[in-house]
């Protein structure tokens, strides 16, 4: 009795104490970081009075080395610049030795400021991961963030930095080939990717050489070019913008992004990189952004071609105005920045500000105190393509694979298989398996014709068709075999070079040689399973319905062999789901599920928003993917909210009805059914990826807060109106269970006060 009393008269002073402690040790943390704020900013300060103009404007210059990912430019002898402490960051020079010697002519130069080296670590450095929306397939954020701690762990024990990397651009055309290097077509899905590669890339400290700068891009809406031409102007409202793709940039800044990466295109009719709106009023003042903003590649010097300068000089001035801190490759600001800030057309503080915020990013790094602290070759050969970077890679590959098709379920393939016709060249190609943007060793890469001899079955194999030229090679031999085999996979796909940067494409059909090719598979009769390999959403009609299964494999990277055989084998049950809405036919794209209502909703009758000649409907809508085992959805709730931030909650039970564990992606969609604007049909603004057994039941819930029910408007306020809300919650954006909510008009008051 004593001891429940004491313990009742102890318990208020434990939890006491514990509150003064962890208050205490949250408030020394805050309180050392605030220190070493003010250090780094005494540091920068007093490092920034003794820069001449000259020394200053070196810094927001960008030299790119050893090759272009872009038109050529005339960098003259930039090496001397350098030991002048005339350039401040280089890109694609890589690995410990040739930034150290790099570095080591920095360090000739008057204040000895060292070089910050960036590069495009897309999707893994050495160790190849899947292509971003490939990896964006897996809904598992923690396997994305992992792929991205992955990259900047190999990259930062090469010398780098920096990444360009996450590219967080919207796509809703699949003919811009650049969807590959995105999380897909929606914002709210986008932007928790976003906010994943910033953690993994950046960590939680800037000065573990572990960890490098990420690089939020292309800002902004480059994803929407007309007509999906590479480079084109895009057009669209503010509201448009702040609705579908904005949320991305956004999230990556919240996450602490330390750089943003201007865009080629123009927005509001003025071109990204001297856009005054999104640089200064958006994101660095409405967003607080602290880091600094980087050209794209000669982007600067573009702005003549856009015709929105008459040379170097204006786009100079225009650039530092708007909020432009560093220029990549082209020589407006080596050239006339100086010469601006003396002639009193630039104010020193532009230039000024610009210097600081890069200066701070160097300093964050700890390349002050240790100029070559990443320039180790010990470390690099200890890290870089080390076993735990591969098994990173398998991990994140396996979960990244969509099965879209599996009747008969002729996948898993069981122990029963013995000979297996392998047909397509793809399934030998590393380079192809390691697609665009890859910094990966394709010497170690796994393909899926190495992993497949690894397995214990007889592999016939066939090229099946040309790579080049997609013409069928020796059809009758790869018909025998398969008539031989107890199953046929088919790799089939457009080549890992045909996505990524200059790869638009008016024709994104699977080649038509390939799919006659495995038509006349499956005409044997023979199980036939398609791997469909591409960087972005294509058209494949035949193949699709001839074939028994088809597997979206993306291009995978490193460990693309083992990935695709583990899940081939069912050593991994496929997880991924479609990031991106897979078109039916050319003429629909752009095709997406958020589309809105229309005076006329899209249906297939008369009267009603539709095509004349081709269904509305896609082949494989967003949020779509099969499993080995099935699961049902039951028993969808709306349940209250606590009353302040949480308006409801939206309870669904997801249990697994068939015979092997699994993962399913649970997406909880919304529709605001009455607005004072035009909403879409439905958004996703939920997603749970959950692990059950067999015969196991989850309980999902989703809070509904703000987030889920507002939008914005053209001033871009974020409003959120009292009224009926439909929520759905399921298995992709076409099959789901809904309930209906009404957000009452007090609630909406109450919000409005705070
Ligand atoms: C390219 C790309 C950009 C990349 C940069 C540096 O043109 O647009 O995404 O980071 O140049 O390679």
């Not at 080629?264 to 600094?292: A, E, H, M």
């Not at 597997?551 to 583990?566: K, P, Q, R, V, Y």
Request: glycine fraction near 8%.
């Amino acid at each position: 009795m004593v001891t429940r009393y004491a313990l009742t008269l102890l318990r208020p002073l434990l939890m006491a104490a514990s509150a003064v402690f962890f208050m205490t040790v949250f408030q020394s943390c805050a309180s050392s970081q605030d220190d070493e704020e003010r250090r780094m900013d005494r540091f920068v300060s007093s490092l920034m009075k003794k820069m001449t103009i000259e020394e200053k404007v070196g810094q927001l210059v960008q030299i790119p080395a050893n090759f272009t990912t872009g038109p050529e430019v005339e960098t003259g002898d930039y090496k001397k610049a350098i030991a002048e402490g005339y350039v401040g960051s280089m890109l694609n020079v890589e690995g410990a030795a040739e930034t150290r010697k790099y570095q080591e002519l920095a360090m000739q130069s008057r204040l000895k400021i060292p070089l910050l080296f960036g590069k495009d670590v897309i999707h893994g450095y050495r160790t190849g991961f899947p292509v971003p929306i490939g990896e964006a397939a897996s809904f598992d954020l923690e396997a994305i963030e992992r792929s991205a701690r992955c990259a900047a762990r190999e990259a930062a024990a090469s010398g780098i930095h920096w990444t360009f990397a996450p590219m967080v651009d919207v796509g809703w055309d699949s003919r811009w080939g650049r969807v590959m290097e995105g999380a897909g077509e929606d914002p709210y899905y986008g932007a928790a990717v976003a906010r994943a590669r910033v953690r993994g890339f950046q960590g939680d400290d800037l000065s573990d050489t572990l960890t490098i700068l990420s690089c939020v891009k292309h800002f902004a809406a480059y994803g929407a070019p007309i007509a999906g031409k590479e480079y084109n102007s895009v057009d669209m409202s503010m509201g448009q913008f702040a609705n579908f793709y904005m949320l991305p940039y956004k999230a990556g800044i919240e996450a602490g992004a330390a750089t943003v990466m201007s865009a080629f295109n123009d927005f509001c009719s003025v071109p990204c990189t001297v856009n005054r709106q999104l640089l200064r009023d958006i994101l660095k003042d409405d967003w607080g952004f602290d880091g600094f903003v980087v050209s794209d590649y000669n982007s600067l010097g573009e702005v003549i071609n856009h015709r929105c300068a008459a040379d170097g000089r204006e786009a100079a001035r225009k650039g530092i105005e708007a909020g432009l801190d560093m220029e990549m490759s082209t020589d407006c600001y080596s050239s006339h920045l100086a010469g601006l800030v003396r002639e009193k057309e630039v104010p020193m503080k532009l230039l000024d500000d610009a210097v600081r915020r890069i200066l701070e990013q160097k300093y964050r790094l700890g390349l002050f105190e240790d100029p070559f602290r990443y320039s180790s070759e010990a470390r690099e050969k200890s890290i870089v393509s080390s076993a735990e970077s591969h098994a990173d890679a398998l991990y994140v590959s396996e979960r990244s694979v969509v099965l879209l098709k599996n009747e008969g379920n002729i996948l898993p393939l069981s122990p029963d298989v013995k000979t297996v016709a392998l047909v397509g060249g793809l399934s030998k190609s590393a380079h192809d398996m390691c697609a665009k943007w890859s910094c990966a060793d394709e010497r170690l890469a796994v393909t899926l014709y190495d992993a497949m001899m690894r397995r214990d079955v007889e592999v016939l194999y066939n090229e099946g068709y040309n790579l080049d030229t997609d013409e069928i090679l020796d059809m009758e031999k790869t018909l025998a075999d398969v008539r031989k085999a107890d199953v046929a996979v088919v790799a089939i796909g457009e080549r890992g070079e045909y996505s990524g940067e200059m790869r638009s494409r008016g024709d994104i059909e699977i080649a038509r040689e390939q799919q006659e090719l495995v038509q006349a598979i499956a005409a044997t009769g023979t199980p036939t399973v398609v791997l469909l390999m591409c960087g972005r959403p294509v058209i494949f009609n035949e193949a699709r319905q001839a074939a028994g299964s088809v597997l979206c494999t993306w291009w995978l990277g490193s460990e693309a062999g083992n990935a695709i055989c583990n899940v081939l084998w069912g050593d991994y049950n496929p997880s991924g789901k479609l990031p991106a809405t897979f078109p039916l036919h050319h003429g629909q794209i752009p095709i997406y599920y958020q589309y809105k209502s229309t005076g006329r909703p899209a249906s297939n009758g008369w009267w009603h928003s539709r095509y004349m000649d081709i269904p509305n409907e896609p082949a494989y809508p967003f949020g779509y993917g099969l499993s080995y085992t099935e699961f049902s959805y039951s028993d969808l709730q709306v349940l209250p909210g606590d009353g302040k931030d949480v308006h409801a909650r939206v309870s669904v039970k997801v249990a697994n009805t068939g015979s092997r564990s699994g993962e399913e992606v649970v997406q909880l969609y919304v529709r605001d059914e009455v607005a004072a604007i035009t909403r879409p049909v439905k958004e996703l603004k939920g997603f749970r990826k959950i692990a059950l057994d067999p015969g196991e039941t989850a309980e999902v819930v989703f809070d509904i807060t703000d987030a889920q029910l507002g939008f914005w408007t053209e001033s871009l306020e974020y409003v959120v109106e009292p009224g009926d809300f439909t929520f759905m919650a399921g298995t992709d954006s076409e099959h789901f269970l809904s309930g209906g909510f009404t957000l009452e008009e007090s609630l909406h008051l109450k919000m409005k006060e705070r």
